[in-house]
């Protein structure tokens, strides 16, 4: 992990990232053909898709650098690690600050699979329900996400998340049940097989 530095341009870690890769690349011979960056959003607030490329480019001038969504990297990686390739299509989730994923369809096709990016945490849940920044009403988001279930604790700082396995059982079940409602729903309508669940945070899975 490279640390996150309160008041430093998130440019400037993202280059540190690279170097850091290429440092490791170098000291245990590896041969990088591409480089994949997962990003939370587009476009972001902070640096257009142009200045990330180009900072990863003073790093790795020769390899091919591409930049998406990071939750259906994170999908693709799970596809290609773990053993759901038996499914025909089946959901990642995604859990960081907030709940996204992908739908990995391999159709008829089991070598090359289509991957959609779902806004898994924008299945609404309770139409009565504070209002999100989606616009929606009680999206599932805004009780089991990882951020919101750290807002709601007043936990802070670089630890934040990793304090969270340590939340009472009440709150963690109440984020556990919303989660599962909304992924029900997204299940019956895309008639999945499998849903892999992962993220930032792995231990609030258990």
């Known amino acids: 992990r490279t640390p996150i530095i309160e008041g430093r341009p998130p440019l400037v870690g993202i280059g540190d990232m690279a170097r850091r890769i290429k440092n490791y690349c170098r000291d245990n011979a590896v041969n990088l053909i591409a480089l994949g960056i997962g990003l939370p959003t587009f476009p972001l607030p902070w640096a257009s898709t142009g200045q990330i490329l180009d900072v990863l480019g003073e790093a ?16 693709l990686a799970e596809d290609w690690s773990f053993g759901v390739r038996q499914a025909r299509r089946w959901l990642y989730v995604f859990l960081g600050a907030g709940i996204g994923g992908a739908v990995v369809d391999r159709g008829d096709n089991k ?5 959609r990016r779902v806004e898994t945490g924008h299945v609404g849940i ?7 920044f989606c616009g929606n009403r009680g999206c599932v988001e805004l009780v089991a996400s990882p951020l919101s279930l750290a807002v709601h ?51 609030l899975v258990e």
């Open 60 to 75: 790795f001038m020769s390899v091919p650098a591409y930049l998406g969504h990071n939750g259906s990297y994170a999908a």
């Open 111 to 115: 070598d090359i699979p289509l991957i």
């Open 126 to 132: 309770d139409p009565t329900g504070p209002q999100c």
């Open 153 to 203: 604790a007043h936990l802070s700082g670089e630890q934040g998340f990793e304090r969270l396995r340590d939340l009472p059982e009440p709150v963690t079940l109440a984020a556990s049940q919303a989660l599962g409602y909304g992924l029900m729903s997204i299940v019956n309508v895309l008639d999945l097989e499998t849903i892999v669940i992962g993220g930032l945070e792995p231990s």
